[in-house]
């Protein structure tokens, strides 16, 4: 009887092992490694394998980010009552990002935002990029950053989870010059709910230079109706007008008595439609800051918060400019969950260096030397009230 019963014991115990040896092989096989989540996101339309992994902290707060573009997917953040939303704009699957042209959550490179006709000289010569808005280059050119497959790969991180992202843009690829190798560590804090971004690149030629990530948030949850009763502050006093095709004129202008000043919280919304030569051009705000800031280092550039939901989001960032962009594009075009993004259903804070910069000689300057190393930080910070 015994015996009958320490048998059926060993049996169990190696029953329960064999189990736990599948269960472990099948959680590899699925690409359960270190603290972040990795799950297969589709094939590209070129057959290459992507994939979508899922960063989490104590919070209360998850992100999952594609290597398709270094792109945020999903964003979820507690509400004042604790209940998390997915706050970004996006799609389901792969093939809307492969097709979208509104860069949601994507990585912006080699050079965000607009150069004007195109074109930019160094040192004399003039390099001449594919146009993609009108007569202007925007966003890196047809195939930005935002379309290529990067690299990634869980590093060490002693505050929470980290995902490195990394990607080599060939000499002369969309018309810039030098090899430039371009680092994105996305790094979720443990005990924090906020998003970090570090960029970092190297160049073997003298290039120019401007990244950001391109996330459309709406505190309320995506495909939650529009974000013009969010109310915003920018930590700056003034800002670089645009001409008609959302080129800087070169002038930095005081915004005071404007529109453009949000250094007193104010809703989106309040003043949008106002027949203002400048909101005219952009069809809302569409236009870069020029960040206060206390010195170099970190420092708060925009501060958003919902009314409804009492999410708030602070942005600081190492970055001189910021572009408010609020989502005046948006057309009603289907994301995530087939649900419509009308015209305002989120604003975008694009932390970066001026539009045209390279055109403009007395904005802060995006030439990159080879043998310098560019880094910059930028932090998406939640809470609720
Ligand atoms: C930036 C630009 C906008 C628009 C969006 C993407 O914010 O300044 O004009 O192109 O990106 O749609």
Known sequence: MIKAKQKARTLLCVLIFIGGLSLA??????????TI?????????GGEQIELYSLTNKKGMEVSITNFGAT???LKVPDRSGKAADIVLGYDTLDGYENGTSYFGATVGRYGNRIAGGKFSIDGKTYTLPKNNGENTLH???????KRVWKAQEIASKEGESLEMTYLSADGEEGFPGN???????TLPAERNELRIDYTATTDKDTVLNLTNHSYFNLSGEGNGDILDHVMTLHSKQFTPVDKTLIPTGELKNVGGTPMDFN?????GKRINENDEQLVFGKGYDHNWVLTRAGGGLSMAAEAYDPKSGRKLEVLTTEPGVQFYSGNFLDGAKGKGNKPYPQRAAFCLETQH?????????FPSTLLKPNAVFHSQTVFRFSAK
Do not use: Y
Request: proline share 4%.
């Open 140 to 146: 890196g050119g047809i195939v930005g950053f935002n």
């Open 72 to 74: 945020v997917v999903t």
């Open 25 to 34: 092989s099948s959680l590899s096989s699925q690409g359960m490694r270190g």
């Open 37 to 45: 989540k990795k799950e297969s996101f589709g094939k590209t339309t």
């Open 180 to 186: 430039l190798s371009a680092k994105v560590v996305f």
């Open 264 to 268: 007193s919280a104010t809703a989106i």
């Open 354 to 362: 001026f539009p045209d910069s390279p055109n403009h000689a007395n």
